[in-house]
């Protein structure tokens, strides 16, 4: 079957760095995403990979292997802000996008 | 203003009644979504439109049917809700080129008594 794995909660100080990961199975695989979402809000879109490696964008970078089926999201310089759900998504070999069950972010003072 | 509305923003139900969620975009977009999320669950897709004239159950497509409008419209009906379809229920859109990054709209939460 199809599966997406990641932490269900992490705790983290504010300035640290933290990084979430995802393992996933899927027939087949076009690409992965993560997204953030705050408690009671939409998700909305941070990074997506296709090709391994590491893609950077300000604080926040994603890095894929493809041969692993592992992924994570780093987050740096971490702000109270930055406390939300952050979600794992794969595409499968039918465009089917497959979602985690998300990781719950606590950042402390 | 958003580019993915949707309406209601929070609904209060009784089992057995008929309910529609309704969600309309400006982004030009061709793919709209119905997903609804669950307490410690990932997002679990209803159905999906990939035109006007293109529509697909998803994962949990039973007691619910959809009604793509228009390109920039796509309803949500619960033909006879019962206390289990209680979720915050998400709309979103993708543009089928490039990498079909899907945007969200504000989400509806219902509640079935």
């Known amino acids: 079957g199809q599966n997406i794995d990641q932490p269900t909660e992490m705790t983290a100080t504010e300035g640290a760095i933290v990084q979430i990961n995802c393992t996933y199975q899927?027939?087949?695989?076009?690409?992965l995403f993560w997204y953030q979402q705050h408690a009671g809000e939409a998700p909305t879109f941070l990074s997506y990979?296709?090709l391994d490696g590491l893609e950077e964008k300000g604080r926040f970078s994603s890095f894929l292997s493809r041969s692993k089926g592992y992924s994570y999201l780093l987050l740096k310089e971490l702000q109270m802000k930055d406390s939300a759900s952050y979600l794992c998504a794969a595409w499968d070999s039918n465009y089917q996008l497959i979602w985690g069950a998300g990781t719950k972010l606590i950042i402390k003072p | 203003d958003a580019d993915v509305t949707q309406t209601p923003r929070n609904r209060i139900t009784k089992t057995g009644k008929r309910i529609m969620l309704e969600c309309s975009q400006t982004?030009?977009?061709?793919?709209m979504y119905w997903y609804r999320q669950d307490p410690g669950l990932g997002l679990r897709l209803i159905y999906y439109s990939f035109d006007v004239k293109d529509i697909n159950k998803g994962e949990i497509s039973d007691g619910y049917s959809v009604s793509r409008q228009a390109q920039a419209k796509f309803s949500l009906s619960l033909e006879s809700a019962i206390p289990n379809q209680t979720a915050l229920y998400f709309c979103?859109?993708?543009?089928?080129?490039?990498?079909?990054?899907?945007?969200f709209g504000p989400g509806t939460r219902l509640t079935v008594l």
């Open positions: 899927t027939s087949g695989f076009n690409g």
């Open positions: 979103a859109t993708s543009d089928r080129t490039g990498q079909d990054t899907q945007y």
């Open positions: 990979n296709v």
């Open positions: 982004k030009g977009h061709d793919r």
